[in-house]
């Protein structure tokens, strides 16, 4: 216990280091920081701290929940490390993006996230078939968690559907862009679904040989219909998420507003628009920052055709409205083509 207390210390400073990091290039490239949508250094710093604190809790969590788990005494030291550092590599990503974005420097957003999620799924695929059974780490459900030998072929299995899953994703972050969301959710299902229903068939195959035994000489908690449940409302919250919303124009006397679900609204005087463009089609680009769906792309994007430029727009629409606003390049779509030249039209009629 003294080795996980010292791992556990380790560990918690590397979550604090982005953090730590994201302070110290805010104050030394103070000059090429852009802050966009209302952001301010002491945002972005407020930010970082509460994702902080947030990996933290989660951090300590699961540590807690390992390391009391009486199944994971005799536990594999690799498995066991993986417990201790997966939430401080995770903290990394975020403030990578944020930084990223907040210095302009061209990277591609969903590319980063797929490989990201690719190398996350091969890590824990190659460890799963050596987590020995316990009730916190591994893939829990009961045929699992009360016989050793279904424990075992199952994450064997899982093991290897992860790490494909894992190869899949990183194939998926080479197609186009905009054909990313719906292979994505079939291979995230398969990856979390398949070791359970494997795990099930091996124990229906284990009863009709005569083989399966409950072993409880370990007291095992059966989280495993909890943590399905969990999944569960995950997955419908995430695809209610990315299936939802709507960018909405409303029109005042001097200025129009952009009303975007997920995303910062926008105000914009009438007197500011510089020059007003119809696009019958064009690149979104890559996203610096923003949200993204299966129906809407918004946020700051980078495109060869618009430079840096703030984007609301609905995916199935490659029609836009495109604005110059100052300095600033803004483009609009709607849900299809006649909605967004009705934009254009009313834009042109209030626009002197």
Avoid at 117 to 124: E, G, Y
Avoid at 137 to 163: M, Q, S
Avoid at 216 to 222: C, D, G, K, L, M
Avoid at 234 to 242: D, G, H, Q, T
Wanted: with cysteine; charged share 20%.
């Amino acid at each position: 216990m003294k080795i996980s207390k010292w791992k556990s210390i380790v560990s918690s400073l590397f979550i604090l280091l982005p953090v730590v990091a994201e302070w110290i290039l805010l104050e030394i490239f103070s000059e090429q920081v852009v802050y966009a949508g209302g952001l301010t250094k002491n945002t972005i710093l407020v930010m970082g701290i509460i994702q902080t604190v947030v990996l933290w809790i989660l951090h300590f969590v699961c540590l807690y929940f390992t390391m009391k788990d009486c199944g994971n005494q005799n536990q594999s030291e690799k498995a066991l490390g993986m417990t201790f550092w997966i939430v401080p590599i995770i903290a990394w990503f975020p403030a990578g993006i944020s930084m990223k974005a907040l210095l302009h420097l061209p990277f591609d957003l969903t590319f980063l996230t797929l490989v990201f999620l690719s190398a996350l799924l091969i890590i824990v695929g190659n460890y799963l078939p050596k987590c020995r059974r316990n009730s916190t780490l591994g893939i829990k459900v009961k045929w699992t968690l009360y016989n050793d030998e279904n424990w075992n072929a199952t994450h064997r299995f899982g093991g290897r559907v992860w790490v494909i899953g894992g190869l899949v994703l990183f194939l998926l972050a080479l197609l186009p862009k905009t054909n990313l969301i719906l292979p994505f959710f079939p291979v995230m299902l398969v990856v979390i679904f398949a070791p359970m229903i494997y795990s099930y068939l091996y124990y229906r195959k284990q009863k009709e040989a005569g083989t399966y035994t409950e072993d409880t000489e370990i007291a095992f908690r059966s989280w495993g219909k909890y943590v399905s449940i969990f999944v569960i409302v995950i997955l419908v919250f995430v695809a209610v998420l990315l299936s939802s919303g709507s960018i909405r124009m409303q029109y005042n006397e001097s200025d129009f507003e952009i009303n975007a679900t997920y995303w910062n609204d926008l105000t914009i005087r009438y007197e500011d628009v510089k020059e007003i463009t119809y696009l019958e089609q064009y690149q979104k680009g890559s996203r610096e920052m923003g949200f993204g769906s299966a129906k809407l792309g918004m946020g700051y994007f980078h495109s060869d055709e618009f430079g840096d430029y703030t984007l609301y727009a609905y995916n199935r629409t490659s029609q836009g409205v495109c604005l110059k606003v100052g300095e600033e390049t803004i483009v609009i779509s709607a849900k299809d083509e006649e909605a967004t030249k009705a934009i254009y039209e009313e834009l042109c009629n209030r626009i002197q």
